[in-house]
Nanobody, 126 residues
Framework: QVQLVESGGGLVQAGGSLRLSCAAS????????MGWFRQAPGKEREFVAA????????YYAHSVKGRFTISRDNNKNTVYLDMNSLKPEDTAVYFC???????????????????WGRGTQVTVSS
């Protein structure tokens, strides 16, 4: 079992930046591929970014590529999402997710993940 806790959300103006963190506990974090998803009010959950556990392959949704960066620190059992040039359409609850995986695999479908955090709210004002 893996427990995931997101933090770092908040209110920011358009063009600003935020760093989200997802702290994992319960199992060997370095064996898990990680992902970030988001869900805006009235919309379905959507993929944002994913990272393998070794050596850190990444994959991004087209809407955030070039603005968001996913990274991880296996020593701290934490995955990060650095969000720059934020837009009002980035407003959503952001969730991190985890699954066991081979070293270089990344996953972009929600049903491919086994564990989820409760989310952190990101609000971008115009």
């Amino acid at each position: 079992q893996v427990q995931l806790v997101e933090s770092g959300g908040g209110l920011v103006q358009a063009g600003g930046s935020l760093r989200l963190s997802c702290a994992a506990s319960g199992r060997t974090f370095s064996n898990y591929a990680m992902g970030w998803f988001r869900q805006a009010p009235g919309k379905e959950r959507e993929f944002v970014a994913a990272i393998s556990w070794n050596p850190g392959n990444t994959y991004y949704a087209h809407s955030v590529k070039g603005r968001f960066t996913i990274s991880r620190d296996n020593n701290k059992n934490t995955v990060y999402l650095d969000m720059n040039s934020l837009k009002p359409e980035d407003t959503a609850v952001y969730f991190c997710a985890a699954r066991t995986a081979s070293a270089s695999s990344v996953y972009r479908r929600g049903d491919e993940y086994d564990y989820w955090g409760r989310g952190t709210q990101v609000t971008v004002s115009s």
